[in-house]
């Protein structure tokens, strides 16, 4: 009789198809608040980048305006083909 008890046990122990289940849509209902939490994030940090890569870009052209050199001067400076 004791190695049906032992059957038994293990048995109790196994969980469901529901239980697993319900587990799984849990799991699937973390993933899709946690994207929707990264895609948040992510076009946040897109929208600091792209604001910090302009005001570069004015940084950039202020310094340009103010150095008195031509366009060609600076484009050979930074070793680029100017059209």
Known sequence: MLP???E???MAKTKTIASIDSEIARAQDALVKA???YDVIAKNLEELMER???H???A???AFIKS???YKEI???LNIEGS
Do not use: D, L, V, Y
Request: proline share 0%; charged share 40%; aromatic share 4%.
């Open 4 to 6: 049906m008890m032992m």
């Open 8 to 10: 038994e046990r293990n």
């Open 35 to 37: 994207k929707a939490k």
């Open 52 to 54: 910090k890569r302009e």
């Open 56 to 58: 570069q870009a004015r």
């Open 60 to 62: 950039i052209m202020e």
């Open 68 to 70: 008195g050199k031509s």
């Open 75 to 77: 484009m050979n400076f």
